[in-house]
């Protein structure tokens, strides 16, 4: 019979430890401290991230993790650290506006996990870690003796998710995973850019955050798992299956009824009319998803005609004429300027809205309403801005955000506070290059 071993967790204070319970079938945990007050405990409190992912499906996985709560210490490479310090540009001073962008709430240390002494220090970090972030192609880590099995042997605990761009296995398992590639290959940009053009590139890295999201909330299903059974677990995320996944829609469309998707610009191919339409300065996009709707949007362009024509009566029949309805709309459209058709929408319950640029985004009184403007102090940088998120809870409140860290720039605090290393072990890995940390002026 295999023996019971209790599982030390941290509570709510750093004093306070969870147990497993010593019991058979699914164990339980049980707090040997007392609840804090609830009104202000994030979800992730007290749960420790060992983040060695770059780029940014794993940052922007990280980063909500840390949003939430987590404490995450990322893990970059002395000297140049993640990939996208260097992406530019813009720059503000010498960090690069990309790298700010998903990296907030974070620690950063740098070391050299080539050299047996870093790959120490990483297990070392993962036993005391909750989860173990990587997204390095299949089987890099376990060269270096930091994949899966050996993590589990050090830290059983582990919650292991692992982000690649074709998943663990399989043909092509060991290509190197880039947002454009998986787009391509998944299917994403046959269906993007105009309908009688090219296929285009989303304007963002959707395949990537999307996988992202699909990381954070796997880490969060996986410490769930951990709660009722105990026992760590090994994620498999990768670029390809969370694009396939996100086709939903369109790939249903072919896997069900056998038809095979095309690009359709920004209208959408079982939904007539919705799309964008050209104004005298700019676009509008409008949508009628049911027959009341398009009643409404033919009143307010005032072309009463359109309601009774048996062409367009229901939608089944608008997208079977959909070019002479939309030839009819678009000129209707381009004969008033968007602020007229704003004020004409308004109120009228239809999905309507601009098209806008950055500069609008961010004037948008609902965009400053929802708080997606997040500032914070830089310790080099000094205030800057980027996207808060997406996400807003009534339990408890978002506490002021941390700069993105410089290139290890808590290394030292990492390695003492974490590990208990001495001065003395701390100065020999310094000056030996195992690892590295900033100055902060």
């Known amino acids: 019979m295999l023996a019971v071993r209790a599982v030390f967790r941290?509570?709510?204070?750093?004093?306070?430890?969870?147990?497993?319970s010593p019991s058979?079938?699914?164990?339980?945990?049980?707090?040997?401290?007392?609840?804090?007050?609830?009104?202000?405990?994030?979800?992730l409190d007290g749960v420790k991230i060992l983040d060695l992912t770059r780029v940014l499906a794993g940052p922007f996985a990280t980063m909500n993790l840390g949003d939430l709560g987590a404490e995450v210490i990322k893990v970059e490479r002395p000297g140049a650290g993640d990939d996208t310090?260097?992406?530019?540009?813009?720059?503000?001073g010498s960090e690069s506006t990309y790298f700010l962008s998903v990296n907030r709430n974070k620690k950063s240390i740098a070391v050299n996990i080539k050299d047996p002494k870093g790959v120490q220090i990483i297990k070392k970090l993962a036993a005391v870690c909750d989860v173990f972030v990587e997204n390095y192609v299949p089987g890099k880590l376990l060269e270096v003796g930091l994949g899966y099995e050996d993590i589990s042997e050090v830290a059983p605990h582990i919650v292991y998710c692992s982000i690649t761009g074709f998943g663990q296995t399989g043909p092509l398992s060991n290509r190197a995973g880039y947002d454009s590639v998986a787009a391509a290959v998944s299917g994403l940009m046959h269906i993007t850019g105009p309908e009688d053009g090219d296929p285009v590139r989303p304007g963002v890295a959707m395949t990537d955050l999307a996988t992202g999201l699909y990381s954070y909330g796997a880490i969060m299903a996986g410490l769930l798992q951990r709660y009722k059974t105990g026992r760590g677990l090994h994620i498999d995320c990768n670029l390809l299956s969370s694009q396939v996944a996100c086709l939903t829609q369109v790939a249903a469309n072919y896997l069900i009824g056998g038809k095979e998707a095309k690009r359709w610009g920004t209208a959408h191919g079982s939904i007539v009319p919705y799309q964008a339409f050209r104004t005298k300065d700019g676009y509008l996009v409008v949508g009628a998803g049911n027959e009341q709707q398009f009643v409404t949007i033919c009143k307010i362009l005032n072309l009463p005609t359109l309601i009774n024509d048996s062409r367009y009566k229901t939608n089944h029949l608008r997208v079977q004429n959909r070019k002479e309805l939309i030839t009819i709309l678009s000129a209707r459209f381009a004969e008033e300027m968007t602020s007229t058709w704003?004020?004409?929408?308004?109120?009228?319950?239809?999905?309507?809205?601009?098209?806008n640029s950055m500069s609008e985004v961010f004037a948008e009184p609902q965009v400053l309403h929802n708080g997606l403007i997040m500032e914070m102090d830089h310790p080099t940088v000094g205030r800057i801005s980027v996207p808060g998120p997406a996400v807003r809870y009534n339990g408890f409140t978002m506490a002021e955000p941390k700069p993105p860290p410089l290139l290890g720039q808590h290394t030292v605090e990492v390695l003492k506070t974490s590990l208990g290393y001495d001065d003395s072990t701390i100065s020999d890995l310094l000056r030996t290059g195992v690892v590295a940390q900033a100055e902060v002026k």
């Open 10 to 20: 941290r509570c709510w204070q750093r004093s306070c430890v969870w147990r497993i």
């Open 342 to 355: 704003l004020h004409l929408f308004e109120g009228s319950g239809i999905p309507y809205g601009p098209i």
């Open 85 to 92: 310090r260097s992406w530019g540009p813009p720059f503000v």
């Open 24 to 43: 058979r079938g699914p164990r339980r945990f049980r707090s040997s401290c007392p609840r804090p007050d609830a009104d202000n405990v994030k979800p």
